[in-house]
């Protein structure tokens, strides 16, 4: 069982940035992958970036590659979103997510979810 907490969402400016934390309970957190998804008013939860347990592996969504950073601190059992260059299009719902199958885009592959964190870009 991994509880997740997200935390660090806020009210940005286009341009600004903003870093997201994931503080996870339980001994294996470094046995999951780690993802974070998103969910805009009216759309569907997508995809945004993933880790390997490991943190060796990362994988991003096109539109934020480059902008974001996804790593981990397995000896804090956290898992952070470094985000840069913040867009209006990037205001939603921030979800983290753990998966025992490593990292992936899919949402079905994830076991447990946070309870999310706003993050609101204004232009």
């Known amino acids: 069982q991994v509880q997740l907490v997200e935390s660090g969402g806020g009210l940005v400016q286009a341009g600004g940035s903003l870093r997201l934390s994931c503080a996870a309970s339980?001994?294996?957190?470094?046995?999951?992958?780690m993802g974070w998804f998103r969910q805009a008013p009216g759309k569907e939860r997508e995809f945004v970036a993933a880790?390997?347990?490991?943190?060796?592996?990362?994988y991003y969504a096109d539109s934020v590659k480059g902008r974001f950073t996804i790593s981990r601190d397995n000896a804090k059992n956290t898992v952070y979103l470094q985000m840069n260059s913040l867009k209006p299009e990037d205001t939603a719902v921030y979800y983290c997510?753990?998966?025992?199958?490593?990292?992936?885009?899919?949402?079905?592959?994830?076991?447990?979810w946070g309870q999310g964190t706003q993050v609101t870009v204004s232009s």
């Open positions: 339980g001994r294996t957190f470094s046995s999951y992958a």
């Open positions: 997510a753990a998966s025992p199958h490593g990292g992936s885009y899919l949402t079905y592959e994830y076991d447990y």
């Open positions: 880790i390997s347990w490991s943190g060796g592996s990362t």
